[in-house]
């Protein structure tokens, strides 16, 4: 019989980077809602300490850290500290990111380090401090925030597109290497979500009903909606899901 789909992390402890805005917010709310414990990090403090106030209202335990995620001794000494705070991560959500678009003859070497170093090396040295004790212990879960910017190019987008790709990639690796200690890796690749970011990205206009006219659902995504499916990935329920990039597209990618 299957079993009930109420999810419940109780016990468990959850490290979601990106958590001061749009849907690093709302998977710190759904993750707290679920009875999980939460390391939070973001570059703004007072947003950052929105988002733990809030959790912290469920009864979850919640810490909190500024860092730079695209300065790997920053990094590096987040992780650190957050073992050091708790002990050990069971779930890993590597939400932060950054786009920054230029044609490819505009693309300069500053923008280029800056966008792989947030939204994929930051991910690898997360992981890396994390998941040996997820392995040890016979369980965790790696979640990554891609983009549909991983399966389909964006004019403009070459590092990030880049950037993403090569996260889902990594990704799936994660997954050969953990698999067998229990350890899932999945992505979650949304099209354009309605965060303030995505409002303002995507004003009323013929781009916007250009993009749109692409999702069968005839909407933009909702923060929350990706928030879900990181809850369901970061649980029991997802146990035999493993290197998969789920879309979070409405049906874009089945046009």
């Not at 950037?163 to 890796?185: C, D, R, W, Y």
């Not at 009903?209 to 990706?226: M, Q, S």
């Given at each position: 019989m299957a079993s009930s789909l109420d999810i419940s992390l109780e016990g468990k402890i959850a490290f979601v980077s990106g958590a001061s805005k749009g849907i690093g917010v709302e998977i710190a709310d759904a993750l707290a809602k679920a009875g999980a414990d939460l390391v939070l990090t973001a570059r703004n403090e007072s947003e950052l300490e929105n988002t733990a106030e809030a959790a912290r209202e469920t009864g979850s335990r919640v810490w909190t850290r500024t860092a730079e995620m695209g300065d790997a001794t920053q990094v590096k000494s987040l992780a650190d500290a957050a073992l050091a705070e708790f002990g050990r991560i069971d779930i890993l959500v590597n939400n932060a990111g950054v786009a920054r678009h230029q044609p490819i003859f505009d693309v300069d070497l500053?923008?280029?380090?800056?966008?792989?170093?947030?939204?994929?090396?930051?991910?690898l040295l997360l992981t890396q401090a994390f998941a040996p004790g997820m392995i040890e212990r016979g369980h965790g879960k790696i979640i990554n925030i891609?983009?549909?910017?991983?399966?389909?190019?964006?004019?403009?987008?070459?590092?990030?597109?880049?950037?993403?790709?090569?996260?889902?990639?990594?990704?799936?690796?994660?997954?050969?290497?953990?698999?067998?200690?229990?350890?899932?890796?999945?992505?979650?690749?949304?099209?354009?979500?309605?965060?303030?970011?995505?409002?303002?990205?995507?004003?009323?206009?013929?781009?916007?009903?250009?993009?749109?006219?692409?999702?069968?659902?005839?909407?933009?995504?909702?923060?929350?909606?990706?928030?879900?499916?990181?809850?369901?990935?970061?649980?029991?329920?997802?146990?035999?899901?493993?290197?998969?990039?789920?879309?979070?597209?409405?049906?874009?990618?089945?046009?």
């Open positions: 500053d923008t280029f380090h800056t966008v792989i170093n947030v939204n994929l090396l930051a991910p891609s983009s549909r910017g991983a399966i389909r190019a964006i004019p403009t987008g070459a590092t990030y597109c880049a950037s993403k790709a090569g996260l889902q990639l990594l990704t799936q690796t994660m997954a050969i290497e953990f698999g067998p200690h229990n350890v899932q890796a999945n992505c979650v690749a949304p099209t354009v979500t309605m965060t303030p970011m995505g409002e303002s990205a995507w004003p009323p206009s013929p781009r916007r009903d250009a993009k749109l006219a692409k999702i069968p659902t005839g909407r933009f995504a909702e923060p929350e909606e990706v928030a879900s499916a990181v809850l369901f990935l970061a649980s029991s329920q997802s146990d035999f899901i493993n290197g998969v990039e789920l879309p979070i597209d409405g049906g874009e990618g089945a046009g």
